[in-house]
Structure formats: structure tokens, C-alpha cells
Nanobody
Framework: QLVESGGGLVQAGASLTLSCAAS??????MAWFRQAPGKERTFVAD??????LKNYADSVKGRFTISKDNTVLRLQMNDLKLEDTAVYYC???????????????WGRGTRVTVSS
């Protein structure tokens, strides 16, 4: 089970940290996806749970940091932009990468709204 938290309303330029609490057996790869209003769900970042390998979408490189701590996945988001507004989902997979079809476990999402 994956449960996200930490979303909210922030101003552009602010920072926010999302968390995802995982229970049960944790698959090899954990990731964050996001879905903006009226758009498809897209990859944000992933991490190899047993190692340090990380991958980011170009749109968030240098601003977002994915990390893990025991059974909690986090996403530190800095310098938030209006286009970061979305529902953020935690996901898990046995395969490393940004292919959404390989992620079989999903949380319910946490909403992030960035205002000007």
C-alpha cells in the first residue's frame, strides 16, 4: 500500500516536500508521477530502492530531489513553478524507468497547487 502526503497550495518559487509511506513488501523501484488538470499522467522521478540510482524528467532536473528513508519515499520540490501544479502519485514497479505501464502499484495521490 502506498499513501502520499504533503501536498498543498504554495506560491511560485516556494518549496514543498511530498512523502509516500509504503507498507508491505517494497518493489525494486519507486517513483513519482504527476497529472496536471486535463493532461495525462507523466513521469517525474524514480529511484532504485536497494541502491542510489535515480532518474528525473527534464522538466524537474535541478529543482526536484527524490530520496528514500526506510519505508518512506520523498520528493523535495524547490523553486516550484505554475506548471508544477498537478496531482502527484507515488508508484512502484519491478522495472527501472519512466514507462508508466510498468508501474503496478499506485497511491491515491496528493494535490500540489502553485499560485503566482
Amino acid at each position: 500500500q502506498l499513501v502520499e502526503s504533503g501536498g498543498g497550495l504554495v506560491q511560485a518559487g516556494a518549496s514543498l516536500t511530498l512523502s509516500c509511506a509504503a507498507s508491505g513488501q517494497i518493489p525494486s523501484v519507486m517513483a513519482w508521477f504527476r497529472q496536471a488538470p486535463g493532461k495525462e499522467r507523466t513521469f517525474v522521478a524514480d529511484i532504485l530502492w536497494a541502491g542510489t540510482l535515480k532518474n528525473y524528467a527534464d522538466s524537474v532536473k535541478g529543482r526536484f530531489t527524490i530520496s528514500k528513508d526506510n519505508t518512506v519515499l520523498r520528493l523535495q520540490m524547490n523553486d516550484l513553478k505554475l506548471e508544477d501544479t498537478a496531482v502527484y502519485y507515488c508508484a512502484a514497479s519491478s522495472y527501472y524507468g519512466d514507462d508508466i505501464s510498468t508501474y503496478t502499484y499506485w497511491g491515491r495521490g496528493t494535490r500540489v497547487t502553485v499560485s503566482s
